[in-house]
């Protein structure tokens, strides 16, 4: 059997045929990763063109195969090419049927994707000189300190400057896109990955921090990913802050006891995410009144017409979303969670239940 008819043919089999294909690739010889980078490029092209990125392909890697396809998938991408594949098989210590049959696990993968909605919105004004670098770096500067430190008032403090850093940066874009006539800044995409476990509360605090930063953001939970809607300024502040919480949300829920429970750790993830949001849009709309007071009358119209640029944006990609809601249903978590996210708040009276929506993108029928 040939080569090409055989990984086809593995694409919508079962283990026997994906065990052909890579019989048949390793059978090539020592020629097989050049077979296999050319097939490989092919399926990468038809997966791009069906509305997959490169850091999407990797991610569903790691989503649906686990390791090492998630690892050969992040070398491909690193540096595609039959050198490559091959240090990659070295480096894991592969024997070469070993080695063919995750490649072509991968490949089954890749080609099998479906067509998805890819971002289409006029591409993103280039920052403005001046804007962006010096705030951005301050930012990850905070948010690196509140990740190290082993103590969450400091990491609090640390955070909730760092939202004032992240709102006073779109402020001032907002500022400079009026000063040239607001029509080249339009809003972006961008996929963030939100990973198991507890994807849905993941994606929760995701939109959290989106709505607090003038974006919006749709879960795609079939996908492991959200796009999140919003001008270029504060798309990078979304990610980065993100990330942050998840590792400060992350330390705080294995403090103490290492053994909990599913509904544990599920609800201290969800009423994270909701006190998370009351404090960044708190903290958003002091800054934005403060700068209000200093810059005059044109300001919230600016950011006005910002945020309504952004819902028009994201009504167009996506016409049709769903609810999500989610409910905590294990107080001690609960208490916990929004513990972990004020820590001067200890007397709160803790509910039975706490629930929190998030918009997602409708599964395929």
């Given at each position: 059997m040939e080569w090409d008819e055989a990984w086809s043919r593995a694409v919508w089999g079962g283990e026997g045929e994906r065990d052909t294909a890579a019989s048949v690739l390793a059978a090539a010889g020592e020629g097989w990763t050049g077979v296999a980078v050319r097939t490989f490029g092919e399926v990468v092209r038809g997966a791009v063109a069906r509305g997959w990125a490169d850091e999407?392909?990797?991610?569903?890697?790691?989503?649906?195969?686990?390791?090492?396809?998630?690892r050969m998938a992040r070398a491909l991408a690193a540096a595609p090419g039959r050198k490559s594949l091959g240090r990659f098989v070295d480096g894991e210590r592969l024997d070469r049927f070993s080695a063919a049959h995750t490649f072509v696990e991968l490949l089954c993968l890749y080609a099998a994707l479906p067509t998805i909605t890819a971002p289409?919105?006029?591409?993103?004004a280039r920052p403005a000189e001046g804007v962006g670098g010096k705030a951005l770096a301050r930012i990850r500067a905070l948010l690196a300190k509140a990740e190290s430190t082993g103590f969450p008032e400091e990491a609090e403090a640390l955070s909730a400057k760092a939202q004032q850093l992240m709102a006073r940066h779109s402020i001032d874009a907002a500022e400079l896109a009026a000063a040239h006539g607001g029509g080249a800044d339009a809003p972006a995409t961008r996929r963030i990955g939100v990973d198991r476990p507890y994807e849905g509360a993941k994606a929760l605090l995701l939109d959290a921090?989106?709505?607090?930063?003038?974006?919006?953001?749709?879960?795609?939970?079939?996908?492991?990913?959200?796009?999140?809607?919003?001008?270029?300024?504060?798309?990078?502040?979304?990610?980065?802050?993100?990330?942050?919480?998840?590792?400060?949300?992350?330390?705080?829920?294995?403090?103490?006891?290492?053994?909990?429970?599913?509904?544990f750790r599920e609800s201290f993830l969800i009423s994270y995410a909701a006190r998370v949001r009351e404090r960044l849009t708190a903290a958003t709309e002091a800054e934005v009144a403060e700068a209000a007071r200093a810059s005059g009358p044109g300001l919230l119209p600016a950011l006005a017409a910002r945020d309504l640029a952004v819902r028009d944006a994201t009504r167009h990609l996506f016409p049709r979303t769903t609810a999500t809601r989610l409910k905590g249903r294990d107080p001690d978590g609960w208490r916990d969670g929004r513990t972990a996210a004020d820590r001067a708040r200890l007397r709160d009276q803790v509910p039975p239940t706490f629930s929190g929506s998030i918009r997602n993108r409708p599964r395929r029928s």
């Open positions: 999407d392909l990797v991610r569903m890697a790691g989503r649906e195969l686990g390791e090492p396809s998630h289409t919105l006029p591409p993103p921090v989106a709505a607090a930063n003038r974006c919006e953001s749709v879960w795609s939970a079939e996908y492991g990913f959200a796009t999140v809607v919003g001008h270029t300024a504060d798309l990078e502040v979304v990610e980065v802050m993100f990330t942050s919480l998840l590792v400060q949300a992350d330390r705080a829920l294995h403090r103490g006891r290492s053994s909990r429970s599913r509904d």
